[in-house]
């Protein structure tokens, strides 16, 4: 009997252990469409990011939890432990890398501006003219948040009103309670078709390189970049992105 309830044991123990693999938490903002948002049928949050982590979870037998976010709280969360990456179409800046590493860039952003159709605004470099006073909307700790905060408020030559995200931006704008946004061109390209009226500008503001953001010296970077790494090489990152992105 007692060999039985042994036997028992083992097994249970067992089958829990397979049952537990490790699970990854990302942190991100799904309201960032193609990178990250929810979809409409299933509540679920997908995307570029979220499909590309799924793959990196895959490889390294772990199971992902995608925990949404303010976009300024990611790189907090990953610092604190809360979460074990960040993966937001997040831009490695030089000052993000003071408080955490970055993985092998996986895609390329820009820095665009959307205005209403009939906007005065014609180019990026009517932002910067000498004179004007505009209001522009960002997502709040975004690059766009920084760059134009250094170039047009901090220059006199506007306002800044930080929006928590794209989709709160955007309807700053339809609303007219700004000018325009700054943001990322693909989630741009969705919010302009969901949106009548809007224009993206043919001039960019800035080109940048997206990457996975985790705690400094933590042994997960090797294991995600080496992940990464081989989804880039294989040809399955480019394959999720030409999913997401008709070109
Ligand atoms: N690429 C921009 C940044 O890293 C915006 C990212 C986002 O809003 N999800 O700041």
């Known amino acids: 009997m007692k060999k039985i309830l042994a036997i028992a044991l083992i097994c249970m123990l067992t089958l829990t252990g397979m049952a537990m693999a490790e699970t990854l938490k990302m942190g991100t903002n799904a309201s960032f469409p193609p990178y990250e948002f929810y979809d409409d049928e299933t509540g679920e949050i997908v995307g570029i990011d ?7 979870c895959e490889k390294l037998g772990c199971e992902l939890e995608i925990v949404d976010m303010d976009f300024d709280a990611i790189i907090p969360a990953v610092t604190t432990g809360k979460i074990d990456f960040g993966m937001a179409g997040m831009t490695v800046t030089e000052e993000r890398m003071q408080s955490v590493d970055f993985t092998t860039s996986y895609a390329t952003g820009i820095q ?4 209403k159709e009939d906007s005065e605004i014609v180019s990026v470099d009517d932002l910067f003219a000498e004179g004007t006073n505009h209001k522009i909307g960002v997502q709040q700790g975004t690059t766009g ?13 506007g306002t800044v009103e930080r929006y928590k995200n794209g989709t709160d931006a955007v309807l700053a704008l339809t609303s007219g309670k700004v000018d325009c946004v700054v943001i990322d061109n693909e989630p741009a390209k969705n919010y302009i078709a969901a949106n009548e009226g809007l224009k993206i500008l043919d001039t960019e503001y800035a080109v940048e390189d997206y990457a996975i953001a985790l705690a400094k010296d933590s042994e997960l970077t090797e294991k995600i970049n080496a992940a990464l790494e081989e989804l880039i090489a294989d040809g399955t990152v480019q394959a999720i992105i030409d999913k997401y992105i008709v070109a």
């Open 50 to 56: 979220a499909e590309v982590a799924a793959a990196i």
């Open 112 to 115: 665009v501006v959307i205005v």
């Open 145 to 157: 948040d920084l760059y134009c905060s250094w170039d047009i408020e901090d220059e006199g030559l």
